[in-house]
């Protein structure tokens, strides 16, 4: 299984990458209150942040997915964070790099929030 998830993870990035920028036909994007509390300026920035961010590392992306990132906005702290469910968002999905089978949420909170 480890193997397959290693074979696949330059496909599970890509696809990651593409909805973080903005793909939204792969997934949906859930904030939390203190994101939501946000001016709508402020939220538009905040997203922006997160569409272009590309700072992975060994660290903050070990399996090489890029579900995961930490932004600096107004300075605080954000994380944003990528899930994979099945297409009824009850389970998770089996095959994450499968878009067929496979809804991606994303999730931006503030550090607090975690």
């Not at 903050?60 to 964070?81: A, M, S, T, V």
């Not at 009824?88 to 067929?100: F, H, I, M, V």
């Amino acid at each position: 299984m480890a193997t397959i998830e290693a074979t696949q993870a330059p496909t599970i990035a890509q696809l990651n990458d593409r909805f973080r920028q903005g793909d939204h036909t792969l997934g949906q994007v859930f904030t939390t209150p203190v994101v939501q509390a946000l001016t709508s300026e402020e939220q538009q920035e905040l997203f922006r942040l997160v569409r272009i961010f590309d700072d992975f590392t060994p660290d903050n992306d070990p399996w090489k997915e890029h579900e995961y990132g930490r932004i600096e906005f107004k300075g605080e702290q954000y994380l944003w964070k990528i899930d994979y469910y099945d297409k009824s968002l009850k389970y998770g999905s089996e095959d994450p790099g499968n878009t067929a089978v496979t809804t991606r949420v994303m999730t931006i909170m503030h550090s607090s929030e975690y």
